[in-house]
């Protein structure tokens, strides 16, 4: 794993004892597996005062403390009263693991459910996250946090263990997924069915050690290093390489968290799957409605809110060794083409160490120059990819909010039109916004000679 890539294990039991002879090599062998940080989580007061301990002990360990739903018929007052005050620690990042689990029913059900209220109501008080277990009972799990106003802190499902619809009423309450070692398992197409299906923004790993190991350690001890594996399963199954899994579900971490959050730093130049693709601007010449930035700057798991347009040297040093990945793209949260000289520079200097070159562009660059600027792009630029977005003027308007009016639309299909001429590869793209007639879309595309290929939506807010 790269020295950029780091995972987080969000839910680890270190303080027991399967860890005492060997804490310190543990942690050392996570370190070496690429881990920043482990959540050590408690399940009871003993459990809890354990976890805060070892987390003071240790830069990288950070706890939850609270009262596993087995043990429900332990809480009382002085019982919360001592959870409450460890949370005051600023080590412990949440409330749990709380929950409900009408599995092994080791407490009465009304018992379970009135100690997660009181936990869930703690946790608003102190504006800390809940670590949510739940184990063959969704519908209360899930009526209770609604009912306790639980979305106002968030949290995560811990170790999920339900389907994909259940997955999409907890992201749409604001919670988080996490995923164990158990995706791995060849019997567990359910919980691949979920990765596949949730967009890894809302998606965190876990080990849930020393329980539930992946393969291929199955039925021996797990510990924090084995979540490499789990979150190699979800690269596997989302088409992502173990870092891009790594950073976006560590930064996912530390926003739930509060983890180390002057990690989140302004990126320049930022790998996604095999392609490095260089942010040098925030501005765009279109407010195009359906644009993720103004919700977050955040792209993969990188940060792309500039604090300054960097210059052609800053680019390419920000980009190194280009030559390791299939293509360089310009394509940041702004127009590249508003920067053309950079972007002419850049590219001539990669150029001559044989890398190809892609542009994203809204298509408006002649407009907002004032000339053709396709020649000059002639013999830099491999493929262009062009946001063409609609079918027609007043849908464009609409959703674009583009300044130069209708002429925008037009602009946009003449560049597309003319781009062949200069460039070996152009694409027309849309975003699947609800509504739009995506066919009809692609229809003006083919009518203009180039490649169609849709974009998904992102509801935006």
Do not use: W
């Not at 019982?79 to 749990?96: H, M, N, W």
């Not at 765009?284 to 300054?308: A, E, I, M, W, Y």
């Amino acid at each position: 794993m790269s020295d950029h890539c780091f995972l987080i294990d969000t839910h680890a039991h270190l303080d027991g004892e399967d860890f005492q002879a060997d804490l310190e090599a543990t942690l050392e062998r996570a370190r070496a597996a690429g881990l920043s940080h482990i959540v050590t989580v408690g399940a009871d007061l003993s459990s809890s005062r354990a976890a805060l301990n070892l987390a003071r002990q240790h830069d990288e360990l950070f706890c939850a403390v609270g009262v596993h739903p087995h043990d429900a018929l332990q809480v009382d007052d002085a019982c919360i009263e001592e959870i409450r005050a460890l949370a005051a620690d600023p080590k412990v990042v949440a409330i749990g693991e709380i929950g409900l689990d009408f599995y092994r029913d080791r407490s009465p059900h009304d018992i379970q459910e009135a100690v997660f209220r009181r936990f869930i109501r703690l946790a608003r008080e102190l504006e800390l996250p809940v670590i949510v277990h739940d184990r063959d009972a969704h519908d209360r799990v899930m009526t209770i946090l609604r009912e306790e106003k639980a979305h106002e802190v968030g949290g995560v499902l811990h170790c999920f263990s339900g389907d994909l619809t259940l997955a999409n009423e907890c992201i749409a309450m604001g919670f988080l997924i996490s995923i164990p070692g158990t995706v791995t398992y060849p019997s567990n197409e359910k919980l691949r069915e979920v990765v596949r299906g949730v967009k890894i923004e809302h998606l965190l790993v876990e080990t849930d050690c020393p329980y539930l190991s992946p393969v291929p350690h199955r039925g021996k001890r797990n510990e924090p290093a084995h979540v490499r594996l789990t979150a190699a399963k979800v690269a596997e199954l989302k088409g992502l390489t173990l870092e891009d899994v790594g950073r976006i579900t560590s930064l996912n971490a530390r926003r739930l968290f509060g983890i180390a959050p002057e990690m989140e730093e302004t990126t320049i130049a930022y790998p996604i799957r095999d392609s490095l693709y260089l942010n040098i601007t925030n501005r765009c010449s279109n407010h195009c409605t359906f644009c993720p930035k103004f919700s977050d700057f955040l792209v993969k798991g990188h940060q792309l809110r500039l604090d300054h347009e960097p210059s052609t040297a800053e680019v390419l040093h920000a980009i190194g060794d280009p030559t390791g990945y299939a293509e360089i793209v310009f394509c940041g949260f702004g127009e590249s083409l508003i920067r053309l000289d950079v972007v002419k520079e850049v590219a001539t200097a990669l150029k001559l160490q044989g890398v190809k070159i892609r542009v994203n562009t809204d298509g408006q660059a002649n407009l907002v120059h004032g000339r053709n600027i396709l020649p000059e792009l002639s013999g830099l630029v491999d493929t262009v990819s062009v946001s063409l977005n609609a079918a027609d003027p007043t849908t464009y308007e609409q959703l674009c909010n583009t300044p130069f009016g209708e002429e925008g639309f037009r602009a946009v299909c003449d560049f597309l039109r003319a781009a062949r001429t200069h460039i070996p590869h152009v694409v027309a793209t849309a975003v699947t916004v609800p509504g739009l007639d995506i066919a009809r879309v692609k229809a003006l595309a083919e009518s203009l000679g180039v490649e169609f290929r849709e974009r998904e939506y992102a509801e935006v807010g």
